[in-house]
Antibody, heavy 115, light 107 residues
């Protein structure tokens, strides 16, 4: 059974960079799209972007200038970086498998932006 | 961006009720519409993809229909474990976007 697990700091200071990693187990990262989605506390879901295992990416224009998604196939991991964070970036961040619909999700990790 | 709306934003229902949730896209999305269920503190769970295809393991009381801009999710007989928030999502054009959610709670 495919499982995804997010990891990274739960607290990031304003103006700094948020960095998260998603580790995929129970299956290969190859031949799939991998996505990051976030959900501010008490609010709805926002698509951040995806990466294909080969490295091609597609980002939400609302975040594009601040977001980088990368993949490390040898470790079966993909990562998210968001630069220059503000309180508006406080959210539960989910990683998921798929380019359009998402049948496998991580449990989510809360990242709080605060000094 | 394609804007997704849902109605109602919340509803109260009883076990055994038939429940219908509507999702509308701001432009045509063909059949690229997915439905998710989310319970508090949990990741969303895919219920329906491509408008009407039931995800493996999802009970058959869930069904989806529609095309173009108007879509529905129907729960034929609400069960206690179905009380949750439901989101629609378009996967026609990036950025993929979600509806604001419909919360189904106990009457």
């Amino acid at each position: 059974q495919v499982q995804l697990q997010e990891s990274g700091p739960g607290l990031v200071k304003p103006s700094e960079t948020l960095s998260l990693t998603c580790t995929v187990s129970g299956g290969s990262i190859s031949n799939f799209y991998w996505t990051w989605i976030r959900q501010p506390p008490g609010k709805g879901l926002e698509w951040i972007g995806y990466i294909y295992y080969s490295g091609s990416t597609n980002y939400n224009p609302s975040l594009k200038s601040r977001v980088t998604i990368s993949v490390e196939t040898s470790k079966n991991q993909f990562s998210l970086k968001v630069t220059s964070v503000t309180a508006a970036d406080t959210a539960v961040y989910y990683c998921a498998r798929g380019g359009g619909s998402y049948s496998y999700w991580g449990q989510g990790t809360l990242v709080t932006v605060s000094s | 961006d394609i804007q997704m709306t849902q109605s109602p934003s919340s509803l109260s229902a009883s076990v055994g009720d038939r429940v219908t949730i509507t999702c509308r896209a701001s432009q045509t999305i063909s059949s690229y519409l997915n439905w998710y269920q989310q319970k508090p503190g949990k990741a969303p769970k895919l219920l329906i993809y491509a408008t009407s295809s039931l995800q493996s393991g999802v009970p058959s009381r869930f069904s989806g229909s529609g095309s173009g801009t108007d879509f529905t999710l129907t729960i034929s007989s609400l069960q206690p474990e179905d009380f949750a928030t439901y989101y629609c999502q378009q996967s026609y054009n990036t950025p993929f976007t979600f509806g604001p959610g419909t919360t189904v709670d106990i009457k």
